[in-house]
């Protein structure tokens, strides 16, 4: 397939780019940029004029609930919705039902989702068997069949011991951690700690219990000197704190949820389950110093954070209900939306989901380091078509994704995705 995009505003965050140009591809690579060379002939036109053309986005958190929990999604419901939010490449948590802790599961999971011609993506192993927090899993084994890093997910190691083993065996190695900072016994609330969830009658979880958290960490990166990336930040105190580590030289990336960039505690209104999420929503405070430490770059990322849950796990009173929401297909127009409300260019919002996740994943991509999250003459043609112009309205039933859930639904949101292009192949055109 040879594929012509015509007369697009070119941007990517990654060279610096942004000017109207042509995008031509063949054999799944970025063959030119600019002006298309005289012999190129294109089996194919896509005319991008008044629309952007960009990288195709880098998610960092997306759960694709295969295999074990098929209930809440299939992998071809979730890899059509990522490619219909524009996302080409995904990290994907261990936390699957068996958990990948295993080889062999791994590269299940991979095969799968490249016969699907969709996006790509990226696995995290478990860091511990079972996600137990007791024994280290065999990282050497899980890197080779594809695993890019190691998490917990959202189980903490109940060790402080453990930890520091495993962050000294990943530093030997060169491996990343991910850990999304929540103390174990501090975090088991629903809610944000503070006077709604006193009023609604609701368990709460206290900022403490990331900060605790990030604590421990810090202390442990200061000893081990591993390579951490944080998970889903959550608060006010959290953001300063990476800061401070990041100013001290420390080798930590943090992302940030969609959710936690748009959504307070009183989003919840009256026990919308929808609303129920992990991390838990707080208070305005936090995600002003979400946004802020987003487009400072204290953030490294935003993510969808994807977790589709069945429709029967949500109807249930809101401290039983299964904390998560769907995201992917939201990820550019919340972005967007972002970007707009802080005054930023649109180059700055899309490299917060493209060049800014690929340089978190860094040499795990191997050969795909030069192609992922940007746009270069021979990389791997990962693009996508983006309009920053009119509005949506979010509806459940439109939603690719098994998981209808999110508490976007009924939002009008900016911007549309209109094709997403994976190694050179048309994977996505809007209607």
Known sequence: MKLLIQNGRVIDPASGLDQTADVAIAAGRIVAMGQAPADFSPNRVINAQGCIVAPGLVDLAARLREPGQEHAGMLESEMAAAVAGGVTSLVCPPDTEPVLDEPGLVEMLRYRAEKLHQ??????GALTLGLKGEVLTEMGQLTAAGCVGFSQAEVPIPSTQVLQRALQYASTFGYTVWLR??????GKGVAASG???????????PVAAETIALHTIFELVRSTQARVHLCRISSAQGVALVRQAKAEG???????????????????????????????LRQQRDRDALRAGLADGTLDALVSDHTPVDADAKDLPFAEAEPGATGLELLWSLALKWGQEAGLPVSRVISSITADPARV???????LQSSVGQLAVGGVADVCVLSDAGHWLVRDAALRSQGKSTPFSGYELPGRVLATVVGGHVAFEAP
């Not at 006077?195 to 979880?205: F, H, I, K, N, P």
């Open 119 to 124: 996006a790509r993506v990226l696995p995290l």
């Open 181 to 186: 900072p929540q103390e174990l016994h501090l």
């Open 195 to 205: 006077a709604l969830a006193t009023r609604m009658g609701l368990s709460g979880v």
């Open 250 to 280: 420390l080798p930590v990336t943090a992302d940030v949820s969609i959710n936690s960039l748009h959504l307070t505690d009183t989003d919840m209104g009256y026990f919308d389950s929808r609303a129920r999420l992990t991390p838990v």
């Open 361 to 367: 994943l860094g040499a795990t991509l191997g050969t």
